[in-house]
């Protein structure tokens, strides 16, 4: 049996690896879905004061069935909306903080293979974890890496 814990379940030592990226990135999510809410609110609002003067010029009286309606239909609309967009938000929010996270690791360790490099002079391999971006830049350098070595190792035999 397979005995999950938190901390395994969540076993990152560092949440914000480029807070700035992380953060601005996560800054336009929410700016973007409060655009979206707030013209959708809009909307909602537009239409139900629509059909609210529709009643008024039919000039049917102020406790007919038709305005307990709508208010009733007013008031369940904006409990769904409210529901629905804090839903969306948690979500667009998780989305945000790991789809960052899978931009700003890959760049964080390429940057600590570099600074590695300055402080060894040795070159040394770049992986990235299976779920993140950039794949092709650890590649493209890990070939980088071996063509170096390749020469490195023919400079020495030619001078030895």
Known sequence: MV???FKKLFHRKKYLINPKFQLTLIGYITLLLVVVIGILWGANT????????????AHL???????QF???E??????IFLYVSFSVALLMGTFGFFISHKIAGPIYKFCEHIKNYKKTGKFIEVKFRKGDFFHELA???NTQVYDVKKVSVR????TS
């Open 3 to 5: 005995k999950f814990t």
């Open 46 to 57: 537009y239409f139900f004061n629509f059909f609210w003067g529709i009643g008024k010029n």
């Open 61 to 67: 009286s102020q406790n007919h069935v038709y305005f």
């Open 70 to 72: 709508l208010k009733d």
């Open 74 to 79: 007013h008031i369940l609309m904006n409990r």
């Open 139 to 141: 590649d493209a350098y």
């Open 155 to 158: 400079s020495r035999k030619n």
